[in-house]
């Protein structure tokens, strides 16, 4: 198949290497052209484990392609009519306006442009998080594309960051909406995944935008489920403070004041396999730390470009695990990246100075090992130590009932 994806953020990047690697003609569509240059030189302007190389690959067998927007009528693959081939994808962003809503101002625009570009019949399938009733409402499907040869279908996505790549080709489901009797988009629809083995789910337009809220509004109802425990645990005492443990632990072992005291910081992502910092605990635990007087040096290998804007200048990133412990007292882990969790911890020790305290705010490292290396290794709600630093006559011992 021929298809256009049109909008080169998170999903439209990650649905045009996939569906190039899967054997389609594809051509990706932005405004930005500072991304489709550095998208066509296989340079991606975001982390995400896989796609890079998948981009490189597609590029190289010569099934994918980025195009400025206003470059598509000048570009001798995309005659006239043929522009846009089977299906162009709409993958734009639809952020939330201050009262709420959504604004789908670039969503709107793509279609008028795929309109604009007079192509032969397609079908635009949409990608984009829609409100529901935004296709058959007079917002988008009615204004837009009725008399003309454009089907509509809606296609939500379901990608979640640092497995956005496997999630697209082995999904849970794939999600298809259509008017009524269109037989035509979902064949055209289930052509594009081909190869990919999941359970279809057919529904109207409005059906299958709901499904994107539902599950989207599932995962609010976790976090909201999470803030009120944290409200139960301030009633009774309790703590849920997971972003500044660390911080309270390291008062405790420093004798209250850590003012000049050295802190590694490993992982800065808000989890592996992303470079998103965005609501990172590591942001907030490392601005209490300097806040307090503390040095702080990190490591994440891949999301330090993007937390350095986020960061104070006193803080150093550096290139490695070793580097991050060199000559501190204590390291905290944040982000349970294989390479960190898997590092010769027995270098590390011999990078670190007494008392060689190591906080594991993921609990990813093995207590008794770390213990037997020399660190005195304190886990989140974990119980005793035998032998180490979490033992019942440990200074420690308020951390095991602390519940995160």
């Known amino acids: 198949m021929k298809i256009t994806v049109v909008g080169l953020g998170y999903v439209g990047t990650v649905a045009a290497a996939a569906l190039a ?9 932005d405004i930005d052209r500072s991304r489709t240059d550095m998208l066509g030189a296989g340079c991606v302007p975001m982390y995400e484990p896989g796609l890079e190389e998948r981009i490189e690959a597609a590029l190289r067998a010569g099934t994918l392609r980025f195009l400025h927007r206003d470059d598509v009528a000048e570009d001798p693959a995309s005659s006239a009519g043929q522009a846009l081939g089977d299906v162009a994808l709409i993958a734009t962003g639809t952020p939330p306006t201050h009262g709420g809503g959504a604004d789908l101002h670039q969503v709107r625009a793509a279609v008028g442009w795929v309109k604009s570009t ?3 019949e397609l079908t635009v399938v949409m990608k984009s998080t829609v409100p529901h009733g935004t296709g058959t409402g007079r917002e988008l499907l009615e204004s837009e594309l009725r008399g003309t040869s454009i089907r509509y279908a809606s296609n939500p996505e379901f990608l979640r960051e640092g497995r956005a ?6 999904p849970d489901r794939i999600v298809i909406g259509v008017e009524p009797d269109d037989t035509r988009s979902v064949d055209t629809v289930k052509r594009m995944y081909a190869g990919i083995d999941a359970p279809c789910m057919v529904t109207d337009i409005t059906s299958a935008e709901m499904i994107k809220y539902a599950s989207n509004a599932f995962l609010a109802t976790r ?4 803030n009120e425990i944290a409200s139960l645990c301030d009633t009774v005492g309790a703590s849920i403070d997971e972003r500044l443990l660390p911080l309270h632990a390291l008062r405790q072992r420093f004798g209250g004041a850590i003012e000049g005291l050295r802190v590694g910081i490993l992982g800065l992502a808000f989890k592996p396999g992303t470079d998103d910092v965005r609501d990172a605990p590591s942001l907030d635990l490392i601005r209490a730390l300097v806040d307090e007087g503390a040095e702080v040096q990190a490591f994440d290998p891949e999301a330090m470009k993007s937390a350095r804007p986020n960061l104070p200048s006193s803080v150093q990133l550096v290139e490695g695990v070793e580097e991050a412990a060199n000559r501190t007292q204590a390291l905290v882990l944040l982000t349970e990246w ?13 990078c670190m100075i007494p008392p060689r305290l190591v906080f594991d705010g993921r609990n990813a490292l093995d207590p008794a090992e770390m213990n037997r290396l020399g660190f005195e290794y304190v886990g989140v709600g974990r119980g005793p130590v035998r032998g180490g630093i979490q033992d019942g006559s440990s200074p420690w011992s308020v951390m095991q009932g602390l519940v995160v």
């Open 165 to 170: 790549v496997d999630d697209w080709e082995k």
């Open 21 to 29: 690697g899967a054997g389609h003609d594809v051509l990706g569509i």
């Open 118 to 120: 007079r192509p032969r």
């Open 223 to 226: 976090i909201s489920f999470i």
């Open 338 to 350: 294989d390479s960190i969790v898997q590092s010769d911890w027995r270098v590390v020790a011999r």
